[in-house]
């Protein structure tokens, strides 16, 4: 599918004209190349990748390198996508100046147009100060994994007044510092619903937060059923990759044992005369 590149400009646009943004997840090369030729508009290569990818139990772990080296991989393989990276956990809450250093590392060395960061007002002094020195910012809020420990586990937010009226007050002042893009994650949909009404030029891209947000974002090991272990509520299967992949080396595994595979077509000659002339 061919379209234009897509940018801040473009994810601004669609917000205020009404059309849905669509965003998944993308580790490598291999996924990158297939979700752009479907016409996807944004991919995010999310600190996810440390479960995904790398067998982690939590996010806590990925560190800037591992980042860096699977938005690089992306990179080789984008097409009209805006790619957004994770800043991974520690890596921008220590001091401004690491959330600015590490910030341009994702965008000089991995080649991504944004950074993703997970947090509310706490971190909007940082926000605008990477949007002053040119540095594309999409915020998150709700469950924010990397605060998992501190959570107690991954639980829906903004259930309650306080915690409600929090998430609101928060998206409304990450959008004043300047982010173009919020992503809400585990909120209730009339909550993401009247954040997303609320927000005049920042898109919302809900992740188990309702049809209401501007746009949506899955996993792409999740959307496309990688796995028949745990997947969660808001997820949806759109293919069983797991049973294809499982079945087809099942296939490859009975076909070698009864030497079926390779068959004559899989295979090269040599002239008789040849093997006439060794010794």
């Known amino acids: 599918m061919n379209k234009k590149q897509v940018t801040t400009s473009t994810i601004k646009d669609m917000k205020q004209q009404g059309e ?5 997840t993308a580790y490598d090369y291999a996924m990158a190349r297939n979700v752009n030729e479907a016409g996807i508009d944004m991919i995010l290569i999310g600190d996810s990748l440390g479960n995904v990818m790398l067998g982690y139990n939590s996010t806590v772990p990925v560190t800037m390198e591992e980042m860096i080296h699977h938005t690089k991989a992306v990179i080789r393989a984008n097409g009209a996508a805006m790619v957004v990276a994770d800043m991974p956990f520690m890596s921008y809450q220590a001091s401004l100046a690491d959330g600015m250093y590490n910030a341009a590392r994702l965008l000089k060395e991995g080649g991504c147009a944004a950074v993703k960061l997970e947090g509310g007002s706490e971190i909007c002094e940082l926000v605008a100060k990477l949007v002053t020195a040119g540095i594309p910012v999409v915020g998150h809020i709700g469950l924010t994994p990397q605060s998992v420990n501190q959570m107690g586990g ?3 937010q903004g259930k ?3 915690a409600a009226q929090k998430l609101l007050d928060d998206a409304k002042a ?3 510092a300047g982010a173009f893009a919020i992503v809400m994650e585990c909120v209730p949909a009339a909550l993401a619903a009247k954040v997303t009404a609320e927000l005049k030029t920042a898109a919302t891209i809900g992740i188990g937060a309702g049809s ?3 746009g949506q974002v899955l996993v792409c090991n999740d959307l496309l059923g990688f796995s028949d272990g745990f997947c969660p509520k808001f997820a949806k299967k759109y293919a069983d990759l797991h049973g294809a992949i499982v079945g087809a080396v099942q296939d490859y595994i009975r076909e070698v044992k009864e030497r079926s595979f390779p068959a004559p077509e899989h295979t090269f000659k040599i002239d008789d005369e040849v093997l006439e002339k060794l010794y």
């Open 174 to 176: 990450l959008e004043a």
């Open 20 to 24: 849905p943004i669509t965003m998944v």
């Open 212 to 214: 209401g947000c501007d």
């Open 160 to 162: 309650d007044v306080a």
């Open 154 to 156: 991954f639980k829906v």
